[in-house]
């Protein structure tokens, strides 16, 4: 545990996924590089610039944070996302490459996760998930239209036929920005998605998919629902965590930390410490 005037220092790294594609990490840490180790993998569409304040806290508290990007988007978008190819199943291999390379160049003593919305719905897809030593996951639900809660459901159905597959298909890639959701998305990414929050299963329905990989991913799983999250309700992260064998669910309401609201991202916005003092407890719990 460092004191919060203590600077915290950041260091940028490369490494490739499975195609060659390069990718980079950046590192937070508050003196030497911690045993222990957290890399954070982002929701869709949103950049890993928007989780440095809750990267800084686990440096503060002792660990040291991992901050990457899905190929395509924050550091990693290009000019134009025309001709851009990704898949989502791409953006889980970069989440696997991003695993592997912390764990065979940093050697942690302990590798840990936090996976917020499509960050923790991919993991259970990653190689060698016996390398995880835990998972924190925020609103890791299942995009299925009918599981959304509210006003959100007709959101997403029409994101899942309309927004998503013909929006790409005109402009070549998804005008994600255009609804104030997150970065614009490639049109494989798109494309995929769409199909995915139409079928009842999600992405447990694509056979394309090395499924059987979530019931390797045995590590103890912290997983959080909150409450006035419409799109990522208790039953909706309840049906995406039913695939991983180790899970632990916790339902998050807003005015039991004095906030009025958290929705979908507002866990990683400032004023959020109580939050993050929860989960980086566990963490700890978890390393110990």
Known sequence: MTAATDPIEAET???????????????????????????????????SGFYRRFATALARAG???????YRGIGQFKPKSLQGFHATVATWAEDLSAAANWAYEELKPEK???V???????????MENPERVNGMVTLSAQ?????????????????????????????????????????????????TQWARWLRHPEYLMSDSSLPL??????????????VDDDNWGTAKSVDAMMSAYPNVE????????????????????????????????????????
């Open 63 to 69: 660990f040291t944070a991992m901050l990457w990007d």
């Open 13 to 47: 790294h490369s490494f490739a996924s499975a195609d060659g594609y390069t990718l980079n990490a950046q590192l937070l840490r508050s003196g030497s590089l911690d045993a222990r180790l957290v890399v954070i993998n982002p929701a869709m569409g949103v950049p």
């Open 115 to 125: 996976g917020h919305s499509l960050g923790g719905q991919l993991a259970g897809l």
């Open 111 to 113: 590798l840990f996760m």
């Open 142 to 190: 299942s995009g299925y239209w009918r599981l959304q809660g509210g006003a959100q459901k007709l959101a997403v159905l029409l994101h899942g036929y309309l927004t998503l597959p013909v929006l790409a298909a005109l402009w070549g890639y998804a005008p994600w920005k255009l609804f104030r959701l997150g970065e614009d998305l490639p049109i494989g990414v798109s």
């Open 249 to 288: 669910r916790h339902h998050l309401v807003p005015s039991d930390y004095g906030l009025q609201s958290i929705g979908h991202v507002g866990f990683f916005r400032a004023g959020s410490q109580q939050l993050w003092d929860e989960a980086i407890r566990w963490l700890d719990g978890q390393a110990s």
């Open 212 to 225: 059987e990989r979530y019931r390797s991913f045995t590590a103890p799983i912290r997983a959080y629902s």
